[in-house]
């Protein structure tokens, strides 16, 4: 069995495992009479991350079980457990459920927010002004103490300043290949008729960056677009805005990873003012999610 370090990729090997088993995925021939090469490397990938979880699964068990620990833990990981491992054995979710949920939240969750932070960091760096503005927000509120949830949702200039970088730089660039998003019969979509059994392509990343939507200056960053809301933000046309999916089908974690990215930038901009070091070479690549080739390089002065 090979050894998680062999598919690392950027320093994160979970990451670049999950990629490979993904793109091993989308190439497989379905055959009943054997397995290509790509399908033994995908079922190879999968079996490997599903170790992972179920070894960390075992450890909580383990120490509940032998008197060290009073619960499964606080976190997300511990609530999955304590469903699947109740009291009276009449477990809430399988095993199956546990390992991917914890997939599901480990890419789906930390990946998306880190790109968002990354983001959100390169375009304060060069926009000092609006670091400042959101700087002064964050002093006013919570000064050098912890951020609370009572100040977290008054962080107007914040909030602005997060759905621009969600605009010009989504973590999800598209979304396809959801059995929901494919045409059962024949339907009209505003000009356009879809014929049955058509899958439908929501490209992210162009609705974000489409003048007609957005104005002339589509590919500037400015927060202020935000101001008076999403809606007016879009010209009234607000489902041009899904960087977190749209409508009944949008991420459960919306409103999760929101809330983490503002407590992760007050906290670092009560700490540190930064610039965009003059190393940085601009090369968005998708990467899973929209990354930055090179990495992100900006130069911290301490407060």
Request: hydrophobic share 40%; glycine share 6%; charged share 20%.
């Amino acid at each position: 069995m090979r050894k998680l370090a062999n598919y690392a990729f950027h320093g994160d090997s979970l990451k670049g495992m999950v990629l490979a088993m993904i793109s091993s995925v989308d190439m497989m021939l379905e055959s009943k009479f054997f397995k290509t090469k790509d399908e033994i490397e995908s079922e190879l990938l999968q079996q490997e991350v599903r170790n992972c979880m179920i070894e960390m699964i075992k450890k909580r068990l383990y120490k509940v079980m032998n008197g060290g620990e009073d619960s499964y833990g606080s976190d997300f990981l511990g609530v999955l457990i304590k469903a699947h491992h109740d009291a009276d054995n009449n477990p809430i979710i399988s095993v199956d459920d546990l390992v991917d949920e914890c997939k599901t939240f480990y890419v789906a969750g930390q990946e998306t927010t880190n790109t968002l932070l990354a983001w959100t960091v390169f375009l304060l760096a060069i926009h000092t002004d609006w670091q400042e503005e959101t700087r002064k927000e964050v002093l006013n509120l919570f000064g050098q103490e912890k951020p609370n949830p009572d100040g977290i949702s008054k962080l107007k200039t914040m909030s602005m300043i997060i759905n621009e970088s969600l605009r010009l730089y989504p973590p999800v660039i598209g979304i396809l290949r959801k059995a929901e998003r494919e045409a059962e019969r024949e339907v009209r979509l505003g000009n356009l008729i879809l014929p049955a059994d058509l899958q439908v392509y929501m490209p992210t990343l162009a609705l974000h960056h489409d003048p007609q939507i957005w104005g002339a200056d589509v590919h500037e960053f400015k927060p202020e677009r935000f101001s008076e809301g999403i809606s007016k933000a879009t010209n009234n046309n607000v489902a041009a805005f899904f960087p977190f999916g749209i409508g009944p089908r949008n991420c459960v974690g919306m409103n999760f990873a929101s809330t983490e990215a503002k407590i992760a930038l007050s906290m670092i901009l009560q700490r540190y003012s930064f610039t965009l070091s003059p190393t940085y070479v601009h090369s968005p690549i998708q990467f899973l999610t929209l990354h930055a080739q090179h990495g992100i390089q900006v130069m911290l002065q301490s407060l």
